[in-house]
């Protein structure tokens, strides 16, 4: 749920999606238009953006705690043209600045206010992945305008229920695992039984995942994203409660979570419960079925549940 970089052990080339043409819609089937790699100045780091563009609404994409913005890679490559995606390495992550500090929601939101300002000022569409659904939740909650919000498996959730009610006993189950000695053939070889690669190939998929690490200078690769930092998130998000944002929001809710939705007893779905209990009839689910990393191992059905989504607002 938490750590998008390593659901599936363990983003990166743009690739054709491995599901046959036949399954897509044609409007969605990947052009693959020539992506820019932008770095946009705010009022704190800059950050990185990967631009693909597209016509209206945009969507702004957000990836998940310690991941990067190429996750939205294979997901983008079938949005556009028919939409522009604007990929954010949020703060910390990625190509961005990553700066000691400022991982709070306000902050981070601020960010992307800057970016946007810069980049897209008119109404938009954000989505976000895991930790990224909450940050477009907040970012909803906060700016103006916002035409709808996009939730992939994440968002609607009560971390307390999965780790504890404090964050004393939440802290040690959230801290990411110590990943040391790998290379970037360990993350190839990897995505060979991953099934991440399902969405791609493994070779596509790995480099999708190389995102999330850096060169350490001695022959290896490290988390971009320095452990404080990871667990000042962590913190953020397990302090986060995002029903209260739900209900301050005006516009549409997409969520997408991965599973089934007939495991009527998992904390996940009671969570879409209570999602619509807050959002009425602003509120609709389309479930994937998948591992948690779903705009990755299943891009194609994320893609259309975004675009649906995005022409029912056009309509209404």
């Keep these: 749920m938490l750590h998008a970089g390593w659901s599936a052990i363990l983003p990166a080339q743009r690739g054709d999606s491995a599901v046959p043409d036949a399954t897509i819609p044609a409007q969605l089937r990947p052009v693959s238009p020539a992506v ?13 953006v990967r631009d693909h563009p597209g016509g209206e609404p945009a969507f702004l994409a957000l990836h998940g705690l310690a991941s990067n913005a190429r996750w939205w890679d294979l997901v983008a490559d079938l949005l556009a043209p028919r939409f522009r995606v604007m990929a954010v390495d949020l ?24 970016v946007t300002g810069r980049l897209h000022p008119d109404p938009l569409i954000v989505a976000g992945h895991s930790w990224g659904a909450s940050v477009a939740l907040a970012y909803a909650a906060a700016v103006p305008g916002v035409l709808g919000t996009v939730c992939v498996d994440g968002g609607a959730t009560d971390l307390k229920a999965y780790f504890g009610p404090t964050w004393e006993m939440a802290e040690q189950t959230m801290r990411p695992p110590a990943l040391t000695g790998i290379t970037p053939q360990t993350i190839h070889d990897w995505m060979r039984s991953s099934p991440l690669s399902e969405g791609s190939d493994p070779d596509t998929a790995a480099e999708i995942l190389l995102g999330n690490f850096e060169d350490d200078g001695a022959g290896h690769i490290r988390p971009r994203l320095p452990l404080a930092n990871h667990m000042q998130i962590a913190r953020h998000l397990f302090e986060l409660d995002g029903y209260e944002l739900m209900a301050r929001l005006r516009g549409p809710v997409l969520f997408i979570p991965a599973g089934q939705p007939d495991h009527e007893d998992t904390p996940k779905v009671h969570a879409m419960e209570r999602a619509l209990e807050v959002l009425g009839d602003r509120a609709s689910v389309a479930w994937v079925d998948g591992v948690h990393d779903i705009p990755v191992q299943r891009p194609a059905e994320v893609a259309q549940a975004m675009a649906d989504f995005a022409e029912r607002l056009e309509v209404s």
């Design 91 to 114: 703060r910390g992550h990625g190509l961005s600045d990553k700066p000691d500090g400022g991982y709070d929601f306000d902050t981070v939101v601020g960010d992307l206010v800057d």
């Design 36 to 48: 820019q790699e932008l770095r946009v100045a705010t009022g704190g780091p800059t950050l990185a």
